[in-house]
């Protein structure tokens, strides 16, 4: 049985007292056991601040390019190890593991090739400018300039259990970037990812001491110990991020915090789409892919599908006849396409939550109770059908309030009109994201408008481009992750946008000349 250890203070700590079990939750086999007890998160704040901190600050952008594009490197070399265990610990199909794994990676190679191309652009300067110098009076000499600043201070990453590699490392990406040592903290029930790949980390050496430290089980007293110029970003469930906002102190010392929650995104398909049509397949396609990569457990994916009412049993059958190649069951058996939810509570709460919003409506394929998955024992794993569930009256009841994370849709007919889709996208209450389909530019144009204070990113398909565009669940990093209400209200990613976070901006204001002279700029 492996014992997940954390990486603190330059060492590696293993834990005592209650220990919290890792599962494979295709077999329930166990795979290995975490705690972090006795680790002094005191001392490990100290480490990052006293270490971690003045060794990246003093790198400069190029540095911290190549810092960034080595440890993507280095998971490169150890993929096929990486994806193993994520198929063990994650339930995941050799797909779903590549979605973790690879995204980790790519996300490291992107923000590697947004320094460089700071590192280009402002050479040893260690801010990054923000507009241009304004002159602010009548008095032509008094000028202002925005920049942003790195903050000192330490980056805690406390992450989801659905992307224990993407999650660990697209944050790290970006804090390591801006400069910010960090402290991660993976979800326990399938922290065996990121635990191999913190140990690849410290036996590389690629990151300065203190720049990166892993805790394998609680969080203990850290977030009660930040201070002013630290950060949390969180990852998780809406209740957790809730409650961690309120950690005691942070309002007080003014603790910048992201949080990135639950979300019921939806798609809403125009009133022009023509059955079997480019518009009508890929959201068929879109639909189908949420509800079966990572067995529906991205918290970008499809929750909510509205159907113009002309249209909407045709789609329901085109869903439900594509979900009939897919096959539940042990990823490691040849054929199968959807896995197990990743833990036993999991199962509790997606079976309860197909349930709860079922109650208003009726499955039409699927349903609440856990399934023998093929290869695993029967009565072993936490295996759930792909669950569509047919709403009708515009999805009375708790639709568009649980977030059934697992592989689940309901169906919702509309009138087609952009004002009630976009009413509905807002019914959720803030999603990460969603989508429209369709070729009429007045109607998008009017979702758009009505729709997008809803959400955090919107994909708008028209057929000219309809074989181009990504599944809305997948997260690039040139574009904002996150969304408001709800989803959490924060923002991640994004290219440069992601790195303000770890920055301060700070509004200087002065002799236009000498500001030029000090910041290498036209005043
Ligand atoms: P969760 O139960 O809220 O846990 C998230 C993280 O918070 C875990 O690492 C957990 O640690 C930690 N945590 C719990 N209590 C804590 C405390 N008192 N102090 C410090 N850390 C604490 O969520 P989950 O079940 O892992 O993830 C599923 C949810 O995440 C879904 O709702 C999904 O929508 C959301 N999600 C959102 C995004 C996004 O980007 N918006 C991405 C992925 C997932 P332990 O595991 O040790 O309890």
Known sequence: MIRLKSWVYGTWHEGNGKLAALVNPATEAPLAEASS???????????????????????????????????????????????????????????????????????????ASLGESLAAKLGDRKFILDGEMAQLTRAPRFGGQHLWVPRKGVAVHVNAFNFPAWGTFEKAAVAWLAGAPIVSKPATATALVAFRMAELLAASGLVPEGGFQLVC??????????????????TGSNNTGAMLRNTPGFAERGVRVNVEADSLNAVVLGPDAEIGGELWSTAVRHVVTDMTQKTGQKCTAIRRVAVPESLVNEF???VVEALAAHVVGNPLVVGVTVGPVATAQQLRDVTAGIRAVAASGRVVTGGAERVDGRGSDAGKGYFVSPTVIRLDGAGAGPVHDIEVFGPSVSILPYDGSAAEGAALLGRGQGSLVSTAYSDDRAWLGQMIVDGGPWLGRFML???????????????????????????????????????????????????????????????
């Open 37 to 111: 007890e006795g680790v002094d998160f005191a001392r490990v704040l100290d480490h990052a601040r006293g270490q971690g901190l003045p060794a990246l600050s003093s790198m400069s952008w190029a540095e911290r390019a190549l810092m960034l594009k080595n440890v993507a490197k280095l998971f490169h070399s150890h993929r096929e190890e990486l994806l193993d265990l994520a198929q063990q610990n994650g339930g995941n199909t050799r797909g779903d593991a590549k979605f973790d794994i690879d995204g980790a990676i790519g996300t490291l190679g992107a923000y």
């Open 217 to 234: 089980g609680s969080a203990g007293d850290l977030l009660s110990r930040l201070g002013a110029q630290d950060s949390l970003a969180f």
């Open 316 to 318: 329901q059958e085109a």
């Open 461 to 523: 398909v028209s057929s000219k481009v309809a074989d181009q565009v990504t599944a809305p669940g997948m997260v690039l990093p040139s574009c904002v992750h996150g969304g408001p209400g709800r989803a959490g209200g924060g923002e991640e990613l994004g290219h440069e946008r992601g790195l303000e976070f770890y920055m301060q901006r700070t509004a200087l204001q002065g002799d236009r000349v000498v500001l030029g002279k000090i910041l290498g700029i036209e005043a």
